[in-house]
């Protein structure tokens, strides 16, 4: 089996070979559901298909840096995954509809989760804008100033 083809593959588990160590059972989850949508490309395809089912030339449009083959791959991916359908609607001209599974589906609360985190942390960011979140030490990495006197340099009144 070539690299590519172990790269499409999905345990039954979901989880990815050698993933979930037996102290680690509620980390497992979050390992299993990033090894499906754990790529930039991935979740844009799930995010997308969450307004409708869209052919391929639709999606490849709806982002100048994706390609055809990463589109292609991509959905590949996602299909047997679970969480694309992919569904021929008419073979003159060759028309393929893509559409969220009902897993797929389960994935548009945290997509849009993400989405409204990204708006909120990093296009401030990209910007030049500062995020909305109020400024304390621990978040921007500094730490609070602890002034200590030094009992040499401290002079006692007699």
């Known amino acids: 089996m070539s690299y ?3 790269s499409h593959r999905v345990p039954p588990s979901g ?3 050698g993933m979930c160590a037996p102290g680690e059972a509620s980390l497992c989850p979050v390992l299993a559901a990033v090894g499906v949508i754990g790529t930039e490309w991935r979740l844009a395809i799930v995010h997308r298909l969450l307004a409708g089912p869209q052919r391929f030339s639709e999606l490849l449009r709806s982002n100048a840096r994706l390609n055809a083959k990463t589109l292609s791959a991509t959905l590949k991916f996602l299909e047997n995954a679970g969480v694309v359908q992919r ?5 003159r001209p060759f028309s393929v509809v893509y559409s969220l599974t009902e897993m797929g589906l389960g994935l548009a609360p945290s997509a849009r989760e ?3 985190w990204g708006e909120r942390w990093l296009l401030p960011r990209a910007s030049g804008q500062r995020p909305t979140a109020p400024k304390t030490p621990a978040i921007q990495g500094e730490l609070p100033r602890i002034v200590v006197s030094d009992p040499r340099t401290t002079t006692r009144r007699v």
């Not at 569904?87 to 073979?91: D, L």
């Open 4 to 6: 590519r083809e172990s």
């Open 15 to 17: 989880a990815p070979d």
């Open 87 to 91: 569904t021929v609607v008419s073979t």
């Open 114 to 116: 993400l989405r409204a």
